[in-house]
């Protein structure tokens, strides 16, 4: 399993600007450290709005772990993922044993740093999820100071 | 009328560094009384031995007045005219080493008549006076030809164009004014013409009685005052020329006068053109300015920007500030899992259960192999990767920092406003140079500043040829009215005088106003009165003659400045412009700008040529150190240039100059074209000042070299 994004979602930053692709971004205010960052706002948005719809078939996928600057908040990004998805599967307030169940489903074995099945598909999905509202709300930007600001307004009070 | 000047010696006693001290060039040795001869003499005369001052003492000469000199005598000690400027150097207990008086002669051939001039110093009283020797005798006073008067005295200006200390020339450009050029050119051209036909208007000889003779004089010229009896003695097809030719100087006159006004006009359009462009250029300065500062700010706010952004980018990447309020939930979520022992002992309790009830969860029976199976994996529950990084979540909760959304949003208001204020910066930037019609406008300003010069300089070329050529015009004129329909050109008195003529329209103008002067003043029987109006008259004309040289005389002066060495490709650049404010250099646009060393010294050589060329002058030409700001691959052109420019010529030079000399011409051309003379320092005097000593001997001219004096044991 791996965090998945659209091509769509990947055409969208790339008129911006991420380092490592292979297109020119227009930003004049930099680019974005990696694509994981890219998919890590959108997820934001999608658990936010609690938007898991299925992936897009048209993806590439991107990487199996946690990376850029988001690696800086990787507990916190996890912690939030974990307790929205057992409150997705309305298991938050069971007991420990269904807790351990969904935690063995959601996290690796392996390796600290990557994600059971369960985990990678939550996050795929509030990232698709998170993309159709950006793309919605945040149209003709192509610079990354200008989409910031706007992206900072969805999550208003 | 011209002027024939020559040198022949030049003689000093007890002045500076000289004893007795004879600058003749004898032909033959011990012959101290002989002329300096025709052609180029160099007198090599190392530093300090005196070459400005026998320099400063023929111009003083020439000028009928002391050139200022530093005084040696206090308590002058400064510039003066007092004759012990000049006084031989004082001895060391500081009196007097030489007598109380000092002598300077210099001998003159002038238009073929002998002249001894002295300027004798009284270093007792401090003063001096002249002595003239001629035909006509001995006077205690400065006392030349009047054409010679009337030309170099007081004139120091003028002088500084032939007699030449070429370190200090270019005092000529910086103290020019328009006397100088105004003086020479009346000397020079105007009266030159105008005396041809009035004669000399000395009060010697203007006596009265005389101005029945001038007015028959200018009635001979013109015409105009002929009796009929006298028109009856000149020819009938003359007096029909004039007739006709008069008639075409008037067309004439009438089409400068308008090509004069046109010239003006374009003079002026291209002035405010000018003007104009002088305007953009500024405006474009500030511009440039504005956009620097503009383009400072811009890239200053954009670095500051990006920084901004990075930080904001960081803070909405993090999940506690996106999910502030819920975060508290989240909080208590992993804690409360963490209090139950998720994922702890969570697992093992788990399948310590299955163990113990032998019954699974599916709520089947244990069997011995999987309670074996069971235990093995036991460790794994309590101690795997899941549980690792759930307890690292469960531990960064704890530590979960306070929200920063806040910031964000601050960060957020300074990110706005650096992109707006960018976006105003660029937008005044694009104000300021998006459209450059400014640049577009002076490009076609140019163009017509181009155009417009372009034509006024061939109406000022038309004029001027008209202005001063037009007795060629005149004759051929003549020629087509029948002149020389016999194929000679006739030989009457009045045709000879026209062709001598060189500004007709002028004369006439003379003729009219002196008519009307003495209309005027008829019936005063006073010879004086009618002198006086003739002088008036006479001046008045020779303005118009002046304004009209002047012009012949710059073109000269410039013809000769771009075909002169050392200017070569400069002269495309640099125009040299005698004009209202006296010698200027002007670039190609018009514009004021500065010569050269050398440029200053060809313009200077150059004016006097013209000066020369128009007057019809023979004037020696004599230079203190006159390589001074010549390039050294100019030397050789310039001094054959200077060669055959000016009949006799004295260069004064010192050992490097010398040296410079015989590389550029070579010793052979020196030993056919020149004469060699030596002014050395033989023995240092009593007084530990030196004592300068003359030669021909060219042995010791060879030797002369360094700064010091004559080398080598002599």
Known sequence: MVFWLSTDTRKYFDKIGVKGSQKEGKSETGNFESYFDVFWLCAQVGIHREEYPPLSPDKSQITKRVSGNSKEVRLQLLGLAFYKYCKYEGVKDSKKEIILGKMESFFDKESEYELGKEGYDFLNRAAEGGFLHISKNIIDINDKSQFLTKYKDIFKR | ?714
């Open chain 2, 1 to 714: 009328m011209g002027l024939n000047i020559k040198l022949l010696s030049v003689s000093l006693r007890n002045i500076r560094s000289f004893g007795e001290m004879d600058f003749s060039f004898p032909p033959m040795k011990g012959d101290l009384h002989s002329d300096l001869p025709n052609g180029m003499t160099i007198a090599a005369m190392p530093n300090g031995s005196g070459k400005t001052t026998v320099l400063n003492l023929i111009k003083s000469a020439f000028i009928g007045k002391m050139v200022k000199e530093k005084c040696v005598d206090p308590p002058c000690n400064t510039k003066c005219y007092c004759a012990n400027s000049l006084r031989r150097r004082m001895n060391k207990n500081g009196k007097s080493f030489s007598d109380d008086t000092s002598e300077f002669t210099m001998r003159l051939k002038i238009n073929n008549e002998h002249y001894n001039v002295s300027m004798i110093l009284n270093h007792r009283d401090k003063e001096y006076f002249w002595k003239t020797q001629s035909k006509k005798g001995n006077e205690k006073r400065w006392n030349l030809p009047f054409e010679f008067r009337r030309i170099f005295y007081n004139n120091e200006k003028l002088i500084d164009l032939f007699i030449v200390d070429a370190e200090t020339r270019t005092k000529i450009f910086t103290d020019s004014d328009n006397d100088l050029i105004e003086k020479s050119i009346r000397q020079f051209g105007g009266l030159e013409t105008v005396y041809n036909l009035l004669g000399e208007p000395s009060m010697g000889q203007w006596k009265g009685g005389q101005l029945e003779e001038i007015k028959s004089k200018i009635s001979q010229t013109t015409g105009s005052y002929l009796s009929d009896n006298e028109k009856g003695r000149i020819h009938k097809r003359d007096t029909n020329c004039i007739k006709e030719v008069r008639i075409r100087i008037s067309e004439n006159e009438i089409k400068l006068r308008e090509w004069e006004k046109e010239s003006k006009q374009m003079g002026t359009k291209i002035s405010q053109i000018q003007s104009r462009i002088e305007k953009i250029d500024d405006e474009q300065t500030a511009k440039n300015k504005k956009s620097k500062n503009l383009r400072d700010d811009i890239e200053e706010n954009k670095d500051l920007l990006e920084q901004q952004t990075k930080k904001l980018e960081l803070l909405l990447i993090n999940p506690i500030n996106i999910f502030e309020e819920e975060w508290r939930e989240i909080q208590d979520f992993h804690l409360k899992q963490k209090e139950d022992g998720v994922p702890g002992d969570a697992g093992r309790e788990f399948v310590r259960k299955i163990i113990k009830d032998k019954i699974c969860i599916c709520d089947t029976k244990v069997t011995e192999e999987m309670e074996k199976n069971l235990k093995r994996k036991l460790p794994e529950y309590i101690d795997n990767t899941t549980s690792r990084v759930v307890k690292s979540i469960q531990d960064s909760m704890i530590e979960s920092e306070i929200s920063q959304l806040d910031s964000a949003k601050v960060l957020s208001g300074e990110i706005k406003d650096l992109r707006s204020k960018i976006r105003q910066d660029k937008f005044d930037y694009d104000e300021t140079f998006g459209e450059n019609d400014a640049g577009q406008e002076r490009g076609l300003l140019y163009e017509e500043k181009m155009r417009l010069t372009g034509i006024k300089e061939g109406i000022d070329y038309d004029i001027t040829w008209f202005s001063t050529q037009s007795f060629r015009w005149l004759i051929d004129e003549g020629k087509d009215e029948g002149l020389d329909s016999m194929g000679t050109v006739p030989k009457t008195p009045m045709w000879k005088e026209i062709q001598k003529c060189e500004n007709i329209p002028l004369l006439r103008s003379i003729e009219e106003r002196l008519e009307e002067r003495l209309q005027k003043a008829s019936g005063e029987s006073t010879t004086y009165n009618g002198l006086k109006i003739m002088r008036k008259v006479v001046g008045e004309a020779l303005l118009t003659v002046s304004e009209k040289l002047r012009n012949q005389i710059s073109i000269d002066t410039n013809n000769i400045w771009k075909n002169s060495p050392a200017i070569a490709k400069e002269s495309e650049l640099l125009v040299l412009k005698i004009g209202e404010r006296g010698i200027t250099f002007e670039d190609r646009y018009g514009r004021p700008t500065a010569g050269s060393g050398a440029q200053t010294m060809i313009a200077c050589y150059s004016l006097g040529a013209a000066l020369v060329k128009r007057g019809n002058l023979k004037v020696p030409l004599v230079g203190d150190t006159p390589l001074t700001g010549l390039d050294t691959d100019v030397v050789e052109k310039w001094s054959k240039e200077s060669y055959e420019r000016y009949e006799q010529s004295l260069l004064l030079l010192n050992a490097s100059e010398k040296s410079i000399f015989i590389d550029a011409l070579g010793e052979q051309w020196l030993a056919r074209n020149t004469n060699r003379i030596v002014i050395w320092p033989e023995k240092m005097a009593s007084d530990g000042g030196k004592e300068m000593v003359y030669s021909d001997d060219i042995d010791l001219w060879n030797k002369l070299q360094g700064n010091s004096g004559v080398g080598g044991g002599v």
